[in-house]
């Protein structure tokens, strides 16, 4: 899956801070110093040194900040299909090695990818920490670049199954009319329209004393805005509308992963929102799990609808902290841009934690308020609430505070993630992305560990 492996074999990689890169040149060898300087080579990226008969002998790498997760991640893709090693403090490699393998996803399942190059690291816990949490993320991608005709709620729960049998997890799922029998009116109404039948997906992990722990993903395999059709761009990138549910599944690939002393649930509530005879309507009116009626304005503010019975569920059994994942809204995307998640908590200690994380882990996060007044956007006039606010202003928060509805009973934080980057940046090429997992993980191994 990626190129990092535990050993010391290869051609050595010797990184250099910029500012301290003519001292080194200095340093070097005449042969060393005439090769760097007459290819040209201005102390910025990395070249490639060979040895006197011209075979390869290590590699340079410039870099601004030597504690950047992203150092390597260009240099990772450039280099020749050879094994390469990195010698360092166990801090450095951690970072360069995960910014190396970020760096070198590509998508292969319809298309093969390039050869790319090994990293060798002789540190057997860089190694291990390094791969769960790389797996997490490329989990996530994977799930979300994959193709929504080949990433259908069936789909969906096969990928949970997998997951499921890796780490000893238990697996179930309420498929079809089960979920009207079972009391997820909300979730069968959205997925009914569709050949393929809605769900709700569980997994079950960890040490039934440790403190709970449930993650909730909105899985929506393809998002046609339903009757209230998307337009023509909005419908473009909507196989990533499971991205919520791609999140929760790696987040809980790396919890599992590291062994983290939590009693894990996740819940992913899996449907197409599609189009047919029997799709759900605009003036609908449906009894969510909770008992809470709710008008439909919309058909096209689906996520909130699913979320808000698997939300009612988590909230039944008083978990130690609920974390949801959903594309929820465009708003959230105008408010922050693609590159930056927003995330709403109803506990401040770990908003707190959660931001701080982010700028380490350099995953930014940034949280936006549960402001109470716009809640009454969301009241009905013949219903408790509507799906959607009667304003757009602020279109993130009066999803959030439908959201909140729902969960009453215990701590609760809720990402509005876009899951997709639209341009490459290093380590981040252009597709789906995990977004706030790597600042999500860390905050709760400062929460869990002991
Ligand atoms: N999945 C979309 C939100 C979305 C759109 C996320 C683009 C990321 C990128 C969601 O189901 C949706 O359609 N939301 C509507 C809500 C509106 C109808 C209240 C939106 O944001 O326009
Ligand atoms: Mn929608
Ligand atoms: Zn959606």
Request: with cysteine; proline share 4%.
């Amino acid at each position: 899956m990626f190129h990092l492996v535990y050993g010391r074999e290869g051609h050595p990689i010797t990184i250099i801070k910029d500012s301290h890169y003519d001292q080194w040149l200095s340093e070097q060898s005449a042969f060393v110093r005439n090769w760097l300087v007459h290819s040209g080579f201005e102390g910025k990226g990395h070249r490639l040194i060979p040895k006197q008969d011209g075979h390869l002998d290590r590699v340079v790498v410039v870099v601004e900040d030597t504690h950047s997760v992203w150092q390597l991640s260009d240099v990772a893709k450039a280099l020749p299909k050879a094994p390469f090693y990195l010698e360092g403090g166990s801090e450095q490699l951690s970072a360069a090695a995960l910014g190396w393998v970020l760096g070198q996803y590509q998508f292969t399942e319809y298309k093969a990818g390039d050869d790319r190059a090994t990293l060798y690291i002789n540190d057997e816990a860089v190694v291990n920490n390094v791969s769960a949490l790389a797996k997490g993320v490329i989990l996530t991608r994977d799930l979300v670049n994959t193709p929504a005709g080949d990433m259908m709620p069936e789909q969906l729960s096969m990928a949970m199954q997998t997951l499921a049998r890796e780490y000893d997890a238990q697996f179930s799922e309420i498929v079809g009319d089960a979920l009207l029998a079972e009391n997820f009116p909300t979730i069968h109404m959205v997925g009914r329209a569709s050949d393929h039948a809605p769900r709700l997906l569980e997994l079950n992990w960890g040490d039934e004393s440790a403190p709970k722990l449930c993650l909730v993903g909105k899985g929506v395999c393809f998002d046609s805005g339903g009757l209230d059709l998307k337009p023509t761009a909005g419908m473009r990138l909507m196989k990533k509308d499971m991205g919520g549910g791609a999140h929760v599944l790696g987040l809980a690939a790396v919890i599992m992963a590291k062994s983290l002393p939590v009693r894990l649930q996740v819940l992913i509530p899996a449907v197409e929102n599609a189009v047919s005879g029997n799709a759900f309507r605009p003036g609908d009116i449906v009894t969510t799990r909770k008992g809470l009626t709710v008008e439909i304005d919309n058909t096209d503010a689906e996520g909130r609808l699913v979320l808000c019975d698997a939300l009612a569920l988590a909230d039944d059994d008083q978990p130690d902290l609920i974390i949801d994942f959903a594309t929820l809204t465009g708003a959230a995307r105008v408010a922050l841009g693609l590159e930056v998640p927003g995330f709403y908590s109803t506990d401040d200690a770990f908003a707190s934690d959660l931001m701080n994380a982010g700028e380490t882990e350099e995953d930014n996060v940034w949280r936006l308020p549960l402001h109470q007044p716009y809640a009454s956007y969301m009241k009905g006039s013949i219903s408790d609430l509507v799906n959607s606010a009667s304003t757009g202003m602020g279109g993130s928060i009066t999803a959030a505070l439908y959201l909140q509805k729902f969960v009453e009973n215990s701590p609760w934080v809720h990402f509005d993630v876009g899951a997709w980057n639209d341009r490459a940046r290093p380590g981040r090429p252009k597709g789906g992305e995990a977004m706030g997992l790597r600042a999500v993980f860390k905050a709760l191994e400062k929460r869990y560990s002991s």
